[in-house]
């Protein structure tokens, strides 16, 4: 009897992984040195209304474009010490900016937001000092590394309403380039926890997606780090504000419709719209069940877990 000397092993066909699976790695494109300015403009049609009225939008804007000022390439070490201005009422930096004193008066400077760790939110000296010593309103916001989306809404919030507070009190600044104030956000470094809540700022103000508020704010204090967890903070609130600005819109369209009659009909159309492309024929209902959530398997090629493998 004839034996065969080859034999067969089964072998995983990739190698095993013990941990969770984590989320995709959220990359920032880095802007080109020709094609570095970076424009926003104030539209209302792209901001979540139920966060920024029309006349509030207007109001804090002026209705003026905010131009990037690419200072990446002039960029060094010393310059991470001092605050950068990103709009043309809102600066970034750290909190040691706080004790200049001669730079809070050169721009004018009418609000100080301190961004801290909630685990340790410690008072700051030389927030008071300045507060007392230039007239200057002091803020803190305290930050929860795992519940970072809340102080979105808290830094829109904060920005505004002190803006719209100088506004209707007709509060004059020294040089008169903004008559409504200028903000200074500064954090430990003025790297890692203010960074994300300037960019939140602009993506809610501005209407912008994520990558383009982080382009715009890098490129401006270049030393600015943004974790994993705060861009993907970033990435839920570019959702809510998108879905925000889209639920306006389309309410807005609903109330154009005139009488219960055209109501009617324009529900009817919106609920026909898949179902007229399809049978009513059971069978083919069942087929476009199966085949529904089918796109997320497009274009992904067969995997076999295991492979038989001879020797």
């Known amino acids: 009897m004839e034996h065969s000397s080859k034999r067969s092993f089964v072998v995983p066909s990739s190698a095993y992984s013990y941990r969770a699976p984590s989320p995709p790695v959220i990359g920032v494109p880095v802007k080109n040195r020709d094609d570095s300015q970076i424009v926003l403009e104030p539209l209302h049609g792209r901001v979540d209304p139920h966060l920024i009225s029309r006349e509030t939008l207007a109001i804090i804007t002026g209705n003026r474009k905010q131009v990037s000022v690419d200072n990446s390439w002039l960029w060094k070490y010393e310059h991470r010490r ?3 201005r990103i709009l043309d009422y809102l600066y970034l930096g750290p909190t040691s900016v706080v004790r200049d004193h001669d730079f809070l008066r050169r721009e004018a400077i009418t609000m100080i937001v301190v961004v801290r760790d909630a685990r340790a939110p410690m008072a700051f000296g030389s927030l008071t000092r300045a507060a007392a010593t230039l007239g200057i309103s002091a803020c803190y916001i305290d930050v929860d590394p795992i519940h970072i989306l809340a102080s979105f809404y808290e830094i829109v919030s904060v920005i ?3 803006l719209l507070s100088n506004h209707y009190s007709r509060m004059d600044v020294a040089d008169g380039s903004h008559g409504l104030g200028k903000v200074l956000v500064v954090c430990d470094s003025g790297t890692e926890r203010g960074p994300p809540l300037v960019a939140a700022y602009i993506m809610a103000v501005f209407g912008q997606d994520i990558m383009t508020a982080l382009q715009f ?13 705060a861009k993907r903070a970033l990435l839920t609130w570019d959702g809510l504000l998108k879905a925000g600005a889209f639920v306006a819109l389309h309410s807005a369209h609903d109330d154009m419709v005139s009488s ?3 109501a009617a009909c324009y529900k009817a159309r919106i609920k026909r719209a898949i179902e007229d492309m399809m049978e009513d024929d059971d069978d083919v209902n069942m087929e476009w069940d199966a085949s529904a959530d ?6 992904r090629e067969t995997f076999v877990p295991f492979q038989e493998v001879n020797y």
């Open 217 to 229: 704010v890098n490129i401006q204090r270049f030393c600015c780090t943004f974790s994993e967890e």
């Open 82 to 84: 001092e605050a950068q």
């Open 294 to 299: 089918g796109e997320r398997f497009e274009g």
């Open 260 to 262: 219960p009659d055209d």
């Open 160 to 162: 505004n309403d002190h």
